[in-house]
């Protein structure tokens, strides 16, 4: 069965749920203030039938016509005063039918007198009960009479119908007052939080729209809160896929001119091969290595348009040769600078990767070491090493710079947020972490503190499946935790 629309409304249930709680609250109020009712009924008939045979007791007898009238002004049938030891009839007229029930108001309990009444209440058949209860005023030892059932079904029927009249409207005002009060303190801010949420969805970019808390109840004052912290955030996050989407069409078009300059280039490198000067000869074929991965990586670049990278091709690569080869093109770029390089890996050993990737996530790791280290001004040192085991290769990059700083361990792998040096775009590491995730692998920091840092690539030996990239906890993290 459907709900009407209001009973689905906050408002609405809340509204039903309080008329249904307080009429639950009178109901329990009820079947005691019946029985309390039922008990001054039965004393005031007491109480009239003592009055009653005051009039005996004041004359030795009296004529039959007083006698009913007494007994009809008090209700009763007939009346017992026991005194001084003595139970006499003072006032009697005939009983219609034998008594049915007898009940003793003076050690009567709560739990006694509230069972005799819903027993007397849901009783339809008129009966003839005996009650005895203490006369008023100490007037004797105590005080019986016997009565119909009806008058009292009656005035209690009578008066349970008042009490929950009563009940109702206390439950609607009640109801009511809360209605609007919910209404006030609940509804209309939580109705202006959907508001903020539908605007800020037509134009999430629009930071106009993002809400401002404003709710006088802490509990909702926090929801918007933490409203405006999320939108906050997904602003930012719009904007700088914007603003990366904007890139990935310039880079685009940047590499597709470099693409004809690099090409123009390769041409001219092509004639300084046949030069007969022997150290053109040298570093020849390394200029002509480097133009033709520029090359590759713009034509890479156009091919995809996107921010992934092609799947590795994988093929036996000499881990030594590729080391010195990284190694050789950064000393050219240190100078006279106090660096040294050092080298460990077997001659022997070879792995399964993507030659031109694999150099790419080399140079961005001994690159960033060399920046690190010459910011300081001071001498260092960068070491490349290798090992293997039955499952996996193995090899590190470990430098004595400064460390990273706290942005860059907080962004790790993540393009343009963990830059480590001014002009910096944070896009080495996010690079090389892919590429290594393509080869199945992973890019791990193993450590970085003030004594400098560690990288280390892990390749698996068997066909794995990619997994994501994770970031060891760096030793001075761990040692704080």
């Not at 005051?54 to 049938?77: F, R």
């Not at 026991?82 to 108001?105: C, F, G, K, M, W």
């Not at 404003?214 to 926090?222: D, F, T």
Request: aromatic content about 6%; overall charge negative.
């Amino acid at each position: 069965m459907k709900l009407p629309r209001f009973l689905n409304t906050l408002t609405g249930r809340f509204l039903m749920l309080t008329v249904i709680f307080v009429m639950a609250a009178e109901i329990m109020i009820f079947v005691p203030s019946v029985a309390r009712f039922r008990e001054d009924f039965l004393l005031s008939r007491l109480e009239r039938a003592q009055i009653a045979s005051l009039a005996l007791l004041a004359n030795d007898s009296l004529d039959m016509d007083l006698e009913d009238e007494l007994l009809a002004n008090a209700d009763v049938y007939n009346v017992v005063l026991r005194r001084n030891e003595i139970r006499q009839l003072v006032l009697s007229s005939p009983i219609p039918e034998q008594i049915h029930a007898t009940y003793d108001l003076r050690d009567a309990t709560a739990f006694e007198l509230i069972r005799d009444a819903m027993v007397t209440l849901f009783d339809p058949e008129e009966r003839v009960i005996r009650v005895i209860g203490d006369p008023v005023k100490q007037a004797g030892l105590l005080i019986e009479v016997t009565l119909p059932t009806a008058p009292l079904r009656i005035a209690m029927i009578d008066y349970g119908l008042r009490i929950l009249l009563l009940s109702a409207v206390i439950s609607f005002l009640t109801a009511g007052l809360l209605f609007l009060a919910v209404r006030a303190l609940l509804v209309r801010p939580i109705k202006r939080v959907v508001n903020a949420m539908t605007s800020y969805a037509q134009a999430p970019e629009d930071t106009r729209r993002i809400i401002e808390p404003s709710a006088k109840v802490a509990e909702l004052r926090e929801a918007e809160a933490a409203l405006k912290a999320m939108e906050t955030e997904l602003t930012a996050s719009l904007r700088q896929k914007e603003r990366l989407a904007q890139l990935g069409g310039a880079v685009a078009k940047v590499s597709h001119d470099l693409r004809n300059i690099l090409t123009t280039a390769q041409l001219f490198t092509d004639r300084l091969e046949m030069s007969e000067d022997p150290a053109v000869t040298r570093s020849a074929p390394k200029l002509v290595n480097s133009i033709q991965r520029a090359v590759n990586l713009c034509e890479t670049t156009l091919a995809f348009g996107k921010a992934e990278e092609p799947a590795p091709t994988l093929t036996g690569v000499r881990l030594a040769e590729l080391v010195a080869e990284v190694i050789e093109g950064e000393r050219l770029a240190i100078g006279d600078f106090d660096l040294s390089f050092a080298e460990d890996i077997p001659a022997t050993m070879v792995v399964r990767a993507d030659h031109e990737q694999m150099h790419r996530v080399l140079s961005n790791l001994v690159r960033n070491a060399r920046q690190a280290i010459m910011a300081t001004g001071k001498c260092g040192e960068i070491s490349v090493a290798g090992r293997e085991d039955e499952e996996e290769w193995v090899l590190s990059v470990t430098d004595t710079g400064p460390g990273l700083p706290p942005k860059a361990r907080e962004y790790l792998f993540q393009p343009f947020q963990g830059g480590t040096r001014k002009g910096g775009f944070g896009l080495g590491l996010a690079i090389s972490a892919e590429l290594v995730r393509g080869h199945g692998g992973r890019l791990l920091l193993k450590h970085t503190d003030a004594s400098g840092t560690a990288f280390e690539i892990h390749l698996p030996k068997g066909f794995a499946i990619s997994v994501p990239v994770q970031a060891e906890k760096p030793a001075s993290a761990e040692a704080a935790e």
